[in-house]
Nanobody, 115 residues
Framework: QVQLVESGGGLAQPGGSLRLSCAFS????????MAWYRQAPGKQREQVAG???????NYLDSVKGRFTISRDNAKKTVSLQMNSLKPEDTAVYYC?????????WGQGTQVTVSS
C-alpha cells in the first residue's frame, strides 16, 4: 500500500522561496510518473508540476520558470522548489501519481504566501 507524506510548507513572503518534499512508501516508485498538486480554498485541486521516470517535466503555465520539480528514485522522494512565490500560490500542496488511478492522498502541506 502506498503512503505519501508531504512536508516543507509554511509562510513565505511574496518573492520568497520554499522547498516541498514528498516521501513515498510502498513499491514501484521508480516506475511511476509523479506530480505535485495544489488546492486553494474554494477551488478544485490542480496539477502544478509533473515528472516522468526519466526526469522529463511539465508545469502549469502560471508556475513555469518559478517552480522546479525533481525526484530521487533511490530515496523515493519528489521535491518541488518554489521560487518567486506569489499570493496566488497559497494552497495546500500534495504529491501523487501524475495520472489516474491516483493513490490515496496524503495530508498535504500548507503553503501561505503573504506579507
Amino acid at each position: 500500500q502506498v503512503q505519501l507524506v508531504e512536508s516543507g510548507g509554511g509562510l513565505a513572503q511574496p518573492g520568497g522561496s520554499l522547498r516541498l518534499s514528498c516521501a513515498f512508501s510502498g513499491s514501484f516508485f521508480d516506475s511511476n510518473f509523479m506530480a505535485w498538486y495544489r488546492q486553494a480554498p474554494g477551488k478544485q485541486r490542480e496539477q502544478v508540476a509533473g515528472i516522468t521516470v526519466a526526469g522529463n517535466t511539465n508545469y502549469l503555465d502560471s508556475v513555469k520558470g518559478r517552480f522546479t520539480i525533481s525526484r530521487d528514485n533511490a530515496k523515493k522522494t519528489v521535491s518541488l522548489q518554489m521560487n518567486s512565490l506569489k499570493p496566488e500560490d497559497t494552497a495546500v500542496y500534495y504529491c501523487n501519481r501524475r495520472a489516474s488511478p491516483l493513490w490515496a492522498w496524503g495530508q498535504g502541506t500548507q503553503v501561505t504566501v503573504s506579507s
